[in-house]
């Protein structure tokens, strides 16, 4: 699933440490998230919506376009 | 140059979150000191106390001989090591690490299903020794370690 979190992260200049522990996971999954390996949980999702003050769909596009 | 790159290492600022990180790493690396310390433990005590001639990786299981107290201790130590630790570092770790961690799992299950009678079909046709338990905990754990390295490299 393609995501913002690199953009967003380099916005507020953060490392993906900082990221990490901001969001209570593991570098790994930062890094594995921003490259698209690794889908969230949805419970993550919402804390990295929640962390950058965003909706969850201005974050993550699984490529489906939806209608109005 | 150098100098002045480790220098603004040693004053730049660490975030809250990078902080955070740097305690989940200590907490992930303790745990792993632990659980290796636990294993060599329960692994040393059973070779230096053993009162017989069993050895680990022949599988000449009724020569292996312990004190029946100590034979408790080193028990109870390999349920903490193999059962208890295991189940709470899946407390610990995040969804990214639990997904790894299953698959290691998972690869060490098949490993077990598909070995055991793979070596007695073997066995039966005269090519190999006799499995035994040694064997079989052996082909779990090799598949456990390379199915988890495998999701490390992949995921």
């Known amino acids: ?68 | 140059m150098m100098e002045s790159i480790m220098t603004d290492r040693k004053t730049r600022q660490v975030g809250p979150g990078e902080a955070r990180s740097m305690a989940r790493r200590r907490r992930y690396f303790t745990y792993v000191a632990f659980g290796g310390l636990v294993g060599g433990i329960a692994g040393f005590a059973t070779g230096f106390f053993d009162q017989g001639d069993g050895n680990l990786f022949a599988g000449d299981w009724e020569l292996l001989r312990l004190p029946p107290a100590l034979a408790l201790v080193i028990a109870g130590l390999l349920l903490a090591g193999f059962l208890a630790l295991p189940i709470y570092s899946f407390r610990l770790i995040d969804d990214y690490q639990r997904e790894q961690g299953l698959i290691g799992y998972s690869g060490g299950y098949l490993g077990v299903m598909a070995g055991f009678p793979t070596w007695a079909a073997l066995y039966g046709g005269g090519f190999v020794p006799a499995p035994h338990a040694f064997g079989i905990f052996a082909i779990g754990f090799v598949s456990m370690c390379v199915s988890y390295l495998y999701a490390r490299w992949r995921l």
């Open chain 1, 1 to 68: 699933m393609k995501n913002r979190l690199k953009v967003l992260r380099a916005e507020r200049d953060w490392s993906q440490a900082e990221l990490a522990g901001r969001l209570d996971v593991s570098r790994q999954a930062v890094n594995a998230i921003e490259t698209g390996k690794h889908d969230p949980s949805l419970p993550l999702a919402f804390r990295i919506a929640r962390l950058f003050g965003m909706r969850i769909e201005e974050i993550f596009d699984d490529g489906e376009h939806h209608d109005g």
